[in-house]
T-cell receptor
Framework: NAGVMQNPRHLVRRRGQEARLRCSPM?????VYWYRQLPEEGLKFMVYLQKENIIDESGMPKERFSAEFPKEGPSILRIQQVVRGDSAAYFC???????????????FGAGSRLTVL | KQEVTQIPAALSVPEGENLVLNCSFT??????LQWFRQDPGKGLTSLLL?????REQTSGRLNASLDKSSGRSTLYIAASQPGDSATYLC??????????FGAGTRLTVKP
């Protein structure tokens, strides 16, 4: 089991370009979560998805950010027209069950580090 | 295998009281510990992050402590307000990148 795979590990974009971050959950996991980590800060929840459904996107910025988890293929976090403030580490996690509590273990990927020049 | 336990499961206090939420974990080899707040139907709001080398963090009326050797963390809320009513989750990140959440403490602050 390869764990949660995120790619690219590092991505450099110029202001105004688009960034696409991919996350393949662990085998057997159908719940995917995206978090952002700014330097020296903890994880901040962005969005929670199941296959083809966004369950909770309360942490997503209202503009330029979108996420999907299609029936086939990885989950994608898309950032349009990137700005310098988007520079951060973006972590994906997956779980076999819903939610953040109890015995549910979230397994995290190694993260994708976005740098906006 | 890391296990995270939060006590109590639910807590109801009158407005203005100081209170303590407890989190315990079984494996002291942690990377960090984070306290979150979860409002009904919403995602998580990060409150405080304590790295494994730190003993406490403070933000406003919140103070979180970490005692790695005993596998404990506490979240202290001073002068509680009705707006503090929510579920508080403790999450422990291990060195292998797994993050395990406790079941949460459901706090109700009565006006």
């Amino acid at each position: 089991n390869a764990g949660v795979m995120q790619n690219p590990r590092h991505l450099v974009r110029r202001r105004g370009q688009e960034a696409r971050l991919r996350c393949s959950p662990m085998k057997g996991h159908s719940h995917v979560y995206w978090y952002r980590q700014l330097p020296e800060e903890g994880l901040k929840f962005m969005v929670y998805l199941q296959k083809e459904n966004i369950i909770d996107e309360s942490g997503m910025p209202k503009e330029r950010f979108s996420a999907e988890f299609p029936k086939e293929g990885p989950s994608i976090l898309r950032i349009q027209q990137v700005v310098r403030g988007d520079s951060a580490a973006y972590f994906c996690a997956s779980s076999p069950r819903a939610g953040h509590s109890g015995a549910n273990v979230l397994t995290f990927g190694a993260g994708s580090r976005l740098t906006v020049l | 295998k890391q296990e995270v336990t939060q006590i109590p499961a639910a807590l109801s206090v009158p407005e203005g009281e100081n209170l303590v939420l407890n989190c315990s974990f079984t494996d002291s080899a942690i990377y960090n510990l984070q306290w979150f707040r979860q409002d009904p139907g919403k995602g998580l709001t990060s409150l405080l992050l304590i790295q494994s080398s730190q003993r406490e963090q403070t933000s406003g009326r919140l103070n979180a402590s970490l005692d790695k050797s005993s596998g404990r963390s506490t979240l202290y809320i001073a002068a509680s307000q009705p707006g503090d009513s929510a579920t508080y989750l403790c999450a422990v990140k291990s060195n292998n990148n797994d993050m395990r959440f406790g079941a949460g403490t459901r706090l109700t602050v009565k006006p």
